[in-house]
């Protein structure tokens, strides 16, 4: 599957482990990962779209631990979203959007959703709770306090209607409802005080179809799969990105014809010296011209930072949730790099593996236009290549697939702790880099 999933998925360890400084770009990034202590907990965010395709919430998913790969006690499940999320924050979680928490019986009975800040908190009603007067007035009590409310896997004749009347969302799964009956909710239900959302849409053609039906919000993969284009040609607004990229790809670089590239987009050199001044270089002397950089940066790391500008001036105008996948998955594939002993660019192959839905344009007619290893264009296609089990441990740390993550894992000689320290340092160091351009 090219372009990837889309739920972001980051571990989390202990309390006391302290957040983990970015390496900088004069940094060698063979450093050893540290192992994330004991009571490690993991989470995936899948992002909630709005109509016009900009992130507004996510759904936070947890587990306990690197053997815990499906937790099927849902009161457990909830009360682990909460304790993280009070140990380290919903912004940090969320992105300073709004968290969607599934909130199972108990948890409405004993106000523990209150813990968490009313203006950033979705409480979600699993379908497994019941309408009973202890529930309404939980609802009650949550809507007095400035809660929103939603209620997961809404479906026809649903026995939570009682309910309704205080829910701000309604979600539908698609994949559990026809086109009639997701009309005929919409119908009823949709208000300027409730909004519908169309969860697990897998298409753009299920995405559209819905937002034409009259839903608010959406949630599913469908955002990282770009939209079939006509012919193969990139659009000609990132016609001047692809050079770049193609440029940095090749296998020995004109650094001139590269600065007079870079100059002719006066927004792609502004982000590219606002990034080396930022505070996360901590380069001693302000970095002030094109050529500046590449004196001081050197060859290898200008490759690799032009990419990372290239995928951020991309993604101007697409949902920033990209971006930040983008970069978590280069780094991420780069931090094990040196514990794989593989001879490709793994950067490039993490940043790759998004660049299809940045630029809109299918993954083959992508890899047609830039010299990219064999290797690595084999593993973004899903033929037999050495990097694919690499490349499918990143797209499972990213959507929760635990079992499956701890599985390639080992064929590939990691401990879970390393994986997973790795994509929380990955996720880090990305969020760092996208604030800083």
Known sequence: ???????????????????????????????????????QRFVARQPILDRMERVFGY???????????????????????????????????????????????????????????????????????????????ACKRLKSFGYMIALDDFAPNDPRL????????????????????????????????????????????????????????????????????????????????????????RTEIDMDELEKLLKQESSISYRLLRYLNSPIFGFALEIKSIRHAM??????EMRRWVRLVVSVGAAEQRCSELVLMGLARARFCELLSHRLQLNSDLFLLGLLSIMDAILEVKMEALLEQLPVEHETKAALLEQESSLRPLYHLMLDQESGEWAQSSELARQLRLSDEEVSTAWWQALQWAQEAASGG
Do not use: W
């Open 295 to 300: 004196a001081v940066l050197g060859e290898r």
């Open 162 to 249: 009682p309910l309704c009347e205080f829910a701000d969302i309604i979600k539908v799964d698609v994949r559990a409802t026809t086109p009639e009956e997701r009309a005929g909710m919409v119908r009823r239900f949709r208000s300027t005080k409730c909004k519908m959302l169309a969860e697990k849409l897998e298409t753009p053609g299920e995405f559209h179809q819905a937002r034409d039906m009259g839903f608010d919000y959406f949630q599913g993969y469908f955002f990282c799969r770009p939209e079939i284009v006509v012919g193969r040609e990139v659009p000609a607004s990132r016609l001047h990105y692809l050079r770049l990229l193609e440029m940095v790809c």
């Open 1 to 39: 599957m090219t372009g990837g999933r889309f739920r972001l998925k980051f571990c989390l360890g202990c309390a006391d482990i302290q957040r983990v400084k970015p390496a900088s770009a004069t940094e060698k990034t063979s450093a050893p990962i540290s192992i994330a202590l004991p009571g």
């Open 59 to 137: 759904e936070l998913l947890f587990r306990n631990g690197v053997e815990d790969y499906f937790n099927a006690d849902p009161e457990l499940a909830a009360r682990s979203t909460l304790d993280t999320s009070l140990l380290f924050g919903i912004n940090l979680l969320c992105d300073n959007r709004r968290a969607f928490v599934n909130c199972t019986r108990e948890v409405l009975f004993k106000d523990l959703i209150t813990l968490l800040p009313p203006d950033q908190t979705v409480a979600e009603i699993l379908e497994t709770v019941e309408p009973e007067d202890r529930v309404i007035a």
